[in-house]
């Protein structure tokens, strides 16, 4: 059984930059294909980024060249930085371990304009 804790988000102005973290509990992380998902209010829950246990990285072309998806198979954790923030990217972000089908419960990040 895998658990995630997401931290990091916050309120920030446009342009702005913040990094999410999520922790991992278990074993079984580093197998894990890791992803970040966001959900906006009245919106469906949509892929932000993705890293699989080798390290490759996909994203959203909404966030392409703005946020960076890595992971520390040492620590268990894996991180988004966001970078040059928008109104647009308001929303609650979750992180997955998309190989077992576990989520966190969820961090808001706000962005001002």
């Known amino acids: 059984q895998v658990q995630l804790v997401e931290s990091g988000g916050g309120l920030v102005q446009a342009g702005g930059s913040l990094r999410l973290s999520c922790v991992a509990s278990g074993r079984r992380f580093r197998i894990n294909t890791m992803g970040w998902y966001r959900q906006a209010p009245g919106k469906q829950r949509e892929s932000v980024a993705l890293i699989t246990s080798g390290g490759s990285a996909n994203y959203a072309d909404s966030v392409k060249g703005r946020f960076t998806i890595s992971r520390d198979n040492a620590k268990n954790t894996v991180y988004l930085q966001m970078n040059s923030l928008k109104a647009e990217d308001t929303a609650v972000y979750y992180c997955?371990?998309?190989?077992?089908?576990?989520w966190g419960p969820g961090t808001q990040v706000t962005v001002s304009s």
């Open positions: 997955a371990a998309i190989t077992d089908n576990y």
